[in-house]
Every structure is written in structure tokens, then in C-alpha cells.
């Protein structure tokens, strides 16, 4: 993270508003990140064709999920907030945890995540969103040469 007190403290909001969009996705609530995103904001995540630009037609991709999505437990893993005046890029890995059928609690999807906000007067919103899968074992053996078709 920023090693100044102002970047301590805008990391410390930006986690902030991440932590309160992410408890709220875990309850099935995807209005929590609906409200952090500015109107221009844009979007990518593993399913997406295409970058989805504008809050209206990211907002009509994510909530056909609200109600659905069921995350009990998540931990935020290695963040960093790096700041520029106003702009702020957050970045981390997320593992979220799910109850499996026997109640007992098991590791879900894992993520990376990267988040850029911009802020208008004193308030931080995101402009752009990237989430990626982490690399799953299956994938282990993967490198640029083999999924590019390069020789080497």
C-alpha cells in the first residue's frame, strides 16, 4: 500500500468501500457495488464477451445474480491500493468461502481482482473493474508459448 498518511488513508476508504460491496454480493445484495460505480465506469470478468461499458449495462449483467449468490465468509488477500491524485487502483486476490452440502465450509471460487477508482470532490467511485480467475492447479502447466501456439 501507499506509504504516506494519505495514501494510508484513501487505501483505508477504498478497502473500506470494497469490504462493504463484497458483504453486501456474499448476502446475494449486488446493489453494493451498483452504488460505488461512476456512470462511466467499465467491466471484464472471465464470462464477458467484451469490455461492458457504462453503469447501465454493466448493472443489466450483474443483477440477474441478486438473491443468488450465497458467500458466507471471504478473505482479501495481498492488497494493494497504489494512488495518483484521484486516481486509486486496487488490486488483490480474493478466495471466497462456501458451505459445502454436508454444512461444512469449503474454499469457492478464487479471484483477482483489480478495481480503478476516481474521485469527484470527496467521494471514490469505480471507473473500471477487471476479475479474473486464479490460477487453478488444471492450469499448472500452462505458459504463454503453449496457449499462444509459439514454438520455442
Known sequence: MQMNADGDKIAAAILSLERGALDRWGKGDVEGYL?????DVSYFDPITAARIDGAP??????????GKIRIPRYEIVNPQVVTDGNVAVLSYNLVNYIHAADGSETVGTRWNSTQVYRRTGDQWQVVHIHWSFTRHPAFANMSPEATEGLTT
Open 35 to 39: 452504488e460505488i460505480y461512476a456512470d
Open 57 to 66: 449495462a454493466v448493472a443489466d449483467y450483474i443483477r440477474p445474480w441478486a
